[in-house]
């Protein structure tokens, strides 16, 4: 038989392939939509981590086209923002140079994968006609009053000199470049995702993701319940409103604090006190949100001035402290130390009185060396409260106060809204003119794509203002509305922009006239799997849902959730579990592999190196085992080909057994034990080899089960096997439970040559297992002293005994 040449068969199907796509739509099969996140086209090419995603993603997307589905498998590049640009500066290249060179190279190596890719839905997120509807999505939010200006601290990389949104600061740090974020004071384009952030928590529901994305999410959103309640300020006519999730604690109120950014924290001073704030508030602007929540001694300085607690009328000091944040609530909080830990220890630190207000069994605790922070017990030293349980108080503390006259109930979000602002070259700019008369006005909607215009100058200029700003010819414009003079925005859009809707875009990538058009967007979306990594969870994800949202809400589609199963998959590391990247000098191409043992062999090491969801540890001698097996897998296909073996009970169990387990483990997404199981079921396919052959269905099915994996090996042995279509064209194969069941045969037990008993096994027990029955059935027949244990399998059991 011809021996197994992966260079011959991989160059021969990829061609065949080309001139006969194997994923074709007849307008009558079921759609089913896979799709992998987009790459960023970086300079550094891809590695074998990057085609881990991509081998699980086509894998399921070529079993579900044996299901009977039409797959809509797209690929596309998200290449404007910060990553592509910034490797521009490096190499000293313009970003649409530099970014046409990576697209093509990614998509060269990406090829290597033979992943059923369709070419012609292809997007790029920086190509006019794309952006083109990122914009007008803009231009829409901004006439429904999503998009809106406003000047506020945001976060700012003193690194890539940009703002960047609340979920791009992680731990303190730039998601980008780990720099540490300060914050800047800018005039910024925000979208109102906040209006979605009931939709968005609730939508969860609806949703086959892992729960640990779902939390993440919701976690994010961070809905509370609670209450506002007004404090009088003492010798004064304002009030200071708090926001708190603990109304039921109200009595145990020993302090107030003020974030230092409260409109009245400054004026709060009194004359002695007056030097101390001022300082402790400019210091605290220095700071970043998650610095200031970090956990570290808390600092505060008194203000001199006291607030009444509106239920029982005792005077508060009012405090100043950066542990309250501007930005939540109402960036006031009132202060119960024997029940929350921050101001337990605020409390501990400057000597402020603690009330405890609930007690375990109604007793007070003596001496509190820590808050007491569950919500059950019985409230003590509350007055008209005294007695009453704290978790019905939390309850009903809000209603209560509502009555009373001195606040509301109310409901709070950690979510903010986007900061959309970038102030740097490489992006969508975004499509408003300011006129001094008209105001922000958008570029009317047939006149986008607003290009971006060439510069000279595309390194970041740090003053808060994008290159485009230098460029008066593009800058200087007449407004739409008016006629007048007037000026465009120069800030970009967020790298994030274009990858919050083109999953949208690849079912109908040449539309002129529509981001998408109802037919196609009808027929074929939403997303049926996404795969990707666990890193965009509260980025991508959620920008994503929310564009959705959008869209439908305008009707340009008519479903509000854009993925409805997402897997995301673990990373592939270095050594010791080293995360891989050109400055550890541990980043290994497959572009080698695939050369020496082809790409039927990387993907199935690939999957074979560790459950998907998984990180695992890459070792380049695995996939030699991986080779080693595809080649015994051919041999034994070849060798049985023409024997023309006629099918048994035995052979037809071993079928079903095998698809049973292959289909089982695909399903439950178990991909590396698929391939133990081929590993499994080809050694036990060899040995009846041996022991006369296999059958042309049983050697059939195991080369369908094997398409979706080694599609190259699985499309010629089915041409050897005699066909002349692909083997893409078959019908995934069901197992039958009742052919998989064991035989069972009856045989005598014997003592000293004497039948005795007769009992049932499955024609392939153990010899152990036999031996166990036969012993039970003889019970006290048996002497206690065996000589020796004889079974013949399948015939006879005989003990000899004295
Ligand atoms: C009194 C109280 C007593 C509180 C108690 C907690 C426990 P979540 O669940 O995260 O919404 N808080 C309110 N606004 C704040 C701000 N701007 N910065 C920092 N902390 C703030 O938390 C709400 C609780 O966090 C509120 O309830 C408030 O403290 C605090 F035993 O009020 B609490
Ligand atoms: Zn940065």
Same mark, same amino acid.
């Given at each position: 038989?011809?021996?197994?040449?992966?260079?011959?068969?991989?160059?021969?199907?990829?061609?065949?392939?080309?001139?006969?796509?194997?994923?074709?739509?007849?307008?009558?099969?079921?759609?089913?939509? !896979?799709?992998?996140?987009?790459?960023?086209?970086?300079?550094?090419?891809?590695?074998?981590?990057?085609?881990?995603?991509?081998?699980?993603?086509?894998?399921?997307?070529?079993?579900?086209?044996?299901?009977?589905?039409?797959?809509?498998?797209?690929?596309?590049?998200?290449?404007?923002?910060?990553?592509?640009?910034?490797?521009?500066?490096?190499?000293?290249?313009?970003?649409?140079?530099?970014?046409?060179?990576?697209?093509?190279?990614?998509?060269?190596?990406?090829?290597?994968?033979?992943?059923?890719?369709?070419?012609?839905?292809?997007?790029?997120?920086?190509?006019?006609?794309?952006?083109?509807?990122?914009?007008?999505?803009?231009?829409?939010?901004?006439?429904?009053?999503?998009?809106?200006?406003?000047?506020?601290?945001?976060?700012?990389?003193?690194?890539?000199?940009?703002?960047?949104?609340?979920?791009?600061?992680?731990?303190?740090?730039?998601?980008? !470049?780990?720099?540490?974020?300060?914050?800047?004071?800018?005039?910024?384009?925000?979208?109102?995702?906040?209006?979605?952030?009931?939709?968005?928590?609730?939508?969860?529901?609806?949703?086959?993701?892992?729960?640990?994305?779902?939390?993440?999410?919701?976690?994010?959103?961070?809905?509370?319940?609670?209450?506002?309640?007004?404090?009088?300020?003492?010798?004064?006519?304002?009030?200071?409103?708090?926001?708190?999730?603990?109304?039921?604690?109200?009595?145990?109120?020993?302090?107030?604090?003020?974030?230092?950014?409260?409109?009245?924290?400054?004026?709060?001073?009194?004359?002695?006190?007056?030097?101390?704030?001022?300082?402790?508030? %400019? =210091?605290?602007?220095?700071?970043?949100?998650?610095?200031?929540?970090?956990?570290?001694?808390?600092?505060?300085?008194?203000?001199?001035?006291?607030?009444?607690?509106?239920?029982?009328?005792?005077?508060?000091?009012?405090?100043?402290?950066?542990?309250?944040?501007?930005?939540?609530?109402?960036?006031?909080?009132? !202060?119960?130390?024997?029940?929350?830990?921050?101001?337990?220890?605020?409390?501990?630190?400057?000597?402020?009185?603690?009330?405890?207000?609930?007690?375990?069994?109604?007793?007070?605790?003596?001496?509190?060396?820590?808050? %007491?922070?569950?919500?059950?017990?019985?409230?003590?030293?509350?007055?008209?409260?005294?007695?009453?349980?704290?978790?019905?108080?939390?309850?009903?503390?809000?209603?209560?106060?509502?009555?009373?006259?001195?606040?509301?109930?109310?409901?709070?979000?950690?979510?903010?809204?986007?900061?959309?602002?970038?102030?740097?070259?490489?992006?969508?700019?975004?499509?408003?003119?300011? !006129?001094?008369?008209?105001?922000?006005?958008?570029?009317?909607?047939?006149?986008?794509?607003?290009?971006?215009?060439?510069?000279?100058?595309?390194?970041?200029?740090?003053?808060?203002?994008?290159?485009?700003?230098?460029?008066?010819?593009?800058?200087?414009?007449?407004?739409?509305?008016?006629?007048?003079?007037?000026?465009?925005?120069?800030?970009?859009?967020?790298?994030?922009?274009?990858?919050?809707?083109?999953?949208?875009?690849?079912?109908?990538?040449?539309?002129?006239?529509?981001?998408?058009?109802?037919?196609?967007?009808?027929?074929?979306?939403?997303?049926?799997?996404?795969?990707?990594?666990?890193?965009?969870?509260?980025?991508?994800?959620?920008?994503?849902?929310?564009?959705?949202?959008?869209?439908?809400?305008?009707?340009?589609?008519?479903?509000?959730?854009?993925?409805?199963?997402?897997?995301?998959?673990?990373?592939?590391?270095?050594?010791?579990?080293?995360?891989?990247?050109?400055?550890?000098?541990?980043?290994?191409?497959?572009?080698?592999?695939?050369?020496?043992?082809?790409?039927?062999?990387?993907?199935?090491?690939?999957?074979?190196?560790?459950?998907?969801?998984?990180?695992?540890?890459?070792?380049?001698?695995?996939?030699?085992?991986? %080779?080693?097996?595809?080649?015994?897998?051919?041999?034994?296909?070849?060798?049985?080909?023409?024997?023309?073996?006629?099918?048994?009970? =035995?052979?037809?169990?071993?079928?079903?057994?095998?698809?049973?387990?292959?289909?089982?483990?695909?399903?439950?997404?178990?991909?590396?034990?698929?391939?133990?199981?081929?590993?499994?079921?080809?050694?036990?396919?060899?040995?009846?080899?041996?022991?006369?052959?296999?059958?042309? =269905?049983?050697?059939?099915?195991?080369?369908?089960?094997?398409?979706?994996?080694?599609?190259?090996?699985?499309?010629?042995?089915?041409?050897?096997?005699?066909?002349?279509?692909?083997?893409?064209?078959?019908?995934?194969?069901?197992?039958?439970?009742?052919?998989?069941?064991?035989?069972?045969?009856?045989?005598?037990?014997?003592?000293?040559?004497?039948?005795?008993?007769?009992?049932?096994?499955?024609?392939?027990?153990?010899?152990?297992?036999?031996?166990?029955?036969?012993?039970?059935?003889?019970?006290?027949?048996?002497?206690?002293?065996?000589?020796?244990?004889?079974?013949?399998?399948?015939?006879?059991?005989?003990?000899?005994?004295?």
């Amino acid at each position: 038989a011809t021996p197994y040449n992966h260079k011959e068969i991989e160059k021969k199907w990829r061609q065949n392939w080309e001139k006969n796509p194997v994923n074709v739509n007849d307008g009558k099969k079921p759609k089913y939509y !896979c799709l992998d996140m987009f790459p960023y086209p970086s300079g550094n090419g891809l590695h074998v981590g990057h085609w881990r995603g991509y081998v699980i993603s086509d894998v399921w997307s070529r079993y579900k086209m044996l299901q009977g589905y039409y797959l809509i498998h797209p690929m596309g590049w998200d290449a404007f923002g910060l990553p592509a640009e910034n490797y521009a500066i490096k190499m000293g290249v313009h970003p649409a140079k530099s970014t046409a060179e990576n697209v093509a190279n990614i998509k060269r190596q990406i090829n290597e994968i033979a992943a059923v890719y369709d070419w012609d839905m292809e997007v790029n997120t920086t190509d006019p006609n794309f952006y083109k509807w990122t914009q007008w999505i803009f231009v829409k939010m901004f006439k429904e009053g999503l998009a809106y200006e406003k000047e506020m601290p945001i976060n700012w990389c003193p690194s890539c000199k940009t703002g960047l949104a609340n979920e791009e600061v992680v731990n303190g740090n730039c998601e980008r !470049c780990g720099s540490p974020v300060t914050k800047k004071n800018l005039k910024q384009w925000m979208l109102r995702i906040t209006k979605y952030a009931d939709r968005l928590l609730e939508d969860l529901n609806k949703l086959d993701w892992p729960e640990k994305v779902k939390k993440m999410q919701t976690d994010w959103i961070g809905k509370s319940y609670g209450a506002e309640v007004d404090f009088p300020i003492d010798g004064r006519d304002e009030k200071i409103t708090v926001y708190t999730t603990r109304p039921d604690t109200l009595h145990g109120a020993t302090f107030m604090v003020l974030a230092p950014e409260h409109a009245l924290a400054a004026s709060l001073a009194t004359p002695e006190n007056k030097e101390a704030v001022d300082k402790y508030i %400019y =210091e605290a602007s220095m700071k970043s949100n998650v610095d200031r929540l970090q956990d570290k001694e808390k600092t505060g300085v008194f203000t001199g001035s006291y607030a009444i607690n509106p239920l029982n009328g005792a005077k508060t000091p009012i405090w100043i402290s950066d542990y309250v944040l501007a930005d939540y609530g109402t960036g006031a909080i009132m !202060c119960v130390p024997a029940h929350d830990d921050r101001d337990f220890e605020f409390a501990t630190k400057f000597n402020i009185p603690i009330i405890q207000v609930i007690a375990k069994d109604g007793k007070a605790i003596e001496n509190m060396t820590e808050a %007491y922070t569950e919500a059950s017990g019985t409230m003590i030293n509350s007055g008209e409260w005294n007695g009453m349980e704290s978790a019905v108080l939390k309850k009903e503390a809000p209603m209560i106060i509502e009555e009373k006259g001195f606040g509301r109930k109310t409901v709070n979000y950690k979510l903010r809204d986007w900061v959309f602002s970038r102030q740097r070259y490489w992006g969508e700019p975004i499509p408003i003119v300011h !006129c001094p008369k008209c105001g922000c006005v958008p570029v009317p909607e047939e006149e986008l794509p607003l290009l971006l215009p060439e510069v000279e100058s595309y390194q970041p200029t740090g003053t808060g203002e994008s290159p485009l700003a230098a460029i008066d010819s593009w800058v200087n414009t007449t407004c739409p509305k008016c006629g007048a003079p007037a000026k465009r925005e120069t800030n970009t859009m967020p790298q994030w922009a274009g990858s919050s809707w083109y999953f949208l875009r690849y079912v109908d990538s040449h539309n002129k006239d529509e981001l998408v058009s109802r037919e196609k967007a009808d027929k074929y979306l939403p997303v049926d799997m996404y795969i990707g990594g666990v890193e965009h969870a509260v980025l991508h994800l959620l920008y994503s849902r929310f564009y959705t949202k959008f869209l439908y809400d305008i009707g340009v589609i008519d479903f509000d959730e854009p993925f409805h199963k997402l897997f995301n998959q673990g990373m592939i590391t270095g050594k010791n579990g080293i995360k891989m990247s050109k400055s550890k000098g541990n980043v290994i191409s497959p572009d080698d592999l695939v050369r020496d043992y082809g790409c039927d062999s990387l993907r199935m090491y690939e999957l074979f190196v560790g459950p998907p969801e998984l990180d695992s540890e890459w070792d380049d001698r695995g996939i030699d085992g991986v %080779y080693r097996f595809l080649n015994r897998f051919w041999n034994m296909v070849l060798q049985n080909k023409d024997k023309d073996v006629k099918e048994t009970k =035995e052979l037809v169990k071993l079928r079903h057994k095998m698809v049973y387990d292959i289909t089982s483990r695909l399903e439950s997404f178990s991909l590396n034990t698929v391939i133990s199981g081929f590993m499994e079921y080809n050694n036990k396919l060899i040995e009846m080899t041996k022991k006369g052959g296999v059958d042309k =269905e049983t050697l059939e099915t195991a080369v369908i089960l094997m398409a979706p994996f080694a599609p190259h090996v699985a499309e010629e042995l089915w041409q050897q096997l005699g066909h002349d279509t692909s083997v893409f064209k078959n019908t995934w194969p069901s197992a039958d439970e009742e052919a998989m069941k064991d035989d069972e045969v009856e045989i005598p037990v014997q003592i000293n040559g004497k039948t005795k008993a007769v009992i049932s096994i499955s024609a392939d027990e153990a010899k152990d297992a036999v031996i166990a029955k036969a012993k039970e059935v003889l019970g006290d027949r048996l002497s206690g002293n065996i000589v020796k244990e004889i079974y013949v399998p399948g015939k006879i059991v005989n003990i000899v005994q004295k």
